[in-house]
Every structure is written in structure tokens, then in C-alpha cells.
């Protein structure tokens, strides 16, 4: 376990099952991985970057936040204690450093700047149109983007989002999970005495 800093929640049950998949890993009858939110879900761990931008590419935002969660300014909102006011006031700030810290492309490169500088500046600015393109609007499923309560709330209100694919409910508890694999993981837990 990292900590927020790596955008990680504190989750025994979720953290062997990694340690697990590291020293067995789950491959498909295909020899590749599942997506490892279908294992594990969405909640454990917050991606600031999502809409094919890269607001936190550096990882200075998740960094902020978790030196605020630490110093006691805010509250980590996947915490069981955490309140509805906190959850928002974390939304705001979250809000507020992927702001500050988003990669900016739409100003003229300076004449200060070397011609190898404004030359790699260029190269970084086409590799992320190319990555932006190839990637869905919400995301790839393996860094699906973390939601508290009262944001799906406002999504649900505003009809932005699809109930049968609530981020909140851990892929094993949705509707579509393939029941073998439901079992499966809970067998594990039970043989391994983990508990959620």
C-alpha cells in the first residue's frame, strides 16, 4: 500500500489480492490479464485524468491532496468517517489543483525557449494528440475515473450517467459479473480468511 499519494485507498481484502495476482497472475484462457477493476473495482484507487486529458500527468494534484489529507486539511472521501461536506470540499480541491496542474497546449511556444526545447515541446504535444484520439471519452476501463457519492448523485439528477454502470458498486457486485468468477473470488477470500 502506497497511500493516496499513488491515488491508493487503505484496503487489506484489495491489497493481498494484488499480492496475489503478482505471484499467480489471473490470465485468461487467452494467456491476458482482465482489466484489474474487474477484480477489484473502481473505489481503491483515484485517477485524476479523464475526457482524453491528462490533468495530472506529473501526479502534482494527487500529491497535493494527499499531503492535505495528511496534514489534516482534508478528509481522503473514500474514508468510512468521511461526510458529504468533506467528500465536496475534497471535489473542490481536487478540482482546483487538476486546474493548476493541467498541461497547457494552447499558447504560442516562447522565443525564449531552444530550438531542441520547442522541438521536443512539439513531439510532446503530437504524442498526446495521438494518445488523446485513441482514447474513449471515459476513459479506458483500467483507469476508470473515481466518483463520490454526491457527484453521481448530480449525474444521475442530470441524466449523465448510466445506473447499470454505477462506479460506486464493486465490479463483482454488478449486475453483469459473471457469477463463476463471483464465487470464485469469494471461495478465495473464505480459504484465505480475508474479509471486505
Known amino acids: 500500500?502506497?497511500?493516496?499519494?499513488?491515488?491508493?485507498?487503505?484496503?487489506?481484502?484489495?491489497?493481498?489480492?494484488?499480492k496475489d495476482f503478482a505471484k499467480n497472475p489471473p490470465y485468461d484462457e487467452f494467456g491476458m490479464l482482465p482489466f484489474l477493476d474487474e477484480l477489484i473495482g473502481v473505489d481503491w484507487v483515484i485517477d485524476l485524468n479523464e475526457y482524453q486529458f491528462a490533468y495530472d500527468g506529473e501526479g502534482d494534484s494527487i500529491w497535493s491532496l494527499a499531503d492535505d489529507v495528511k496534514k489534516g486539511i482534508l478528509k481522503d472521501p473514500r474514508d468510512v468517517d468521511s461526510t458529504p461536506e468533506s467528500r465536496e470540499e475534497f471535489d473542490k480541491q481536487a478540482n482546483a489543483y487538476t486546474f493548476g496542474n493541467r498541461m497547457n497546449f494552447s499558447s504560442d511556444i516562447s522565443n525564449e525557449r531552444s530550438e531542441e526545447s520547442a522541438r521536443l515541446f512539439d513531439e510532446l504535444l503530437i504524442l498526446h494528440a495521438k494518445l488523446a484520439a485513441l482514447t474513449p471519452p471515459q476513459g479506458y476501463p483500467s483507469a476508470p475515473y473515481y466518483y463520490t457519492p454526491e457527484q453521481l448523485n448530480d449525474f444521475y439528477q442530470r441524466n449523465v450517467l448510466d445506473r447499470l454502470c454505477d462506479p460506486r458498486i464493486p465490479a463483482i457486485y454488478r449486475y453483469n459479473f459473471p457469477e463463476d468468477l463471483k464465487e470464485k473470488i469469494k471461495a478465495y477470500a473464505r480459504e484465505h480468511n480475508i474479509k471486505e
Not at 1 to 18: E, F, T, W
Request: aromatic share 6%; charged share 20%.
Open 1 to 18: 500500500y502506497r497511500g493516496l499519494r499513488a491515488g491508493l485507498h487503505k484496503n487489506p481484502l484489495k491489497a493481498q489480492m494484488l
